[in-house]
């Protein structure tokens, strides 16, 4: 769902205590923090054992799993 923008111009959305994030900025969406071929490369990793490279045809970070 998103915000309509009479709504965003009002609200803020809290991407930590300290950084809010006006939802303005951005015409009612949030704004992307994490690149998903950082997430797609890691899916191919750890749960198919491939080297990410040979699939994406470019190396990208790994995100952090617990």
Do not use: N, W
């Not at 040979?54 to 799993?65: E, I, Q, R």
């Amino acid at each position: 769902m998103s915000c309509s923008r009479e709504c965003a111009s009002e609200a803020t959305v809290a991407r930590s205590a300290s950084q809010p994030v006006e939802l303005e900025r951005y015409a009612g969406d949030l704004a992307h923090t994490t690149d998903f071929r950082s997430v797609y490369a890691t899916l191919i990793e750890r749960c198919f054992g491939l080297k990410h490279e040979d699939v994406l045809g470019a190396k990208y970070a790994l995100v952090p799993v617990a």
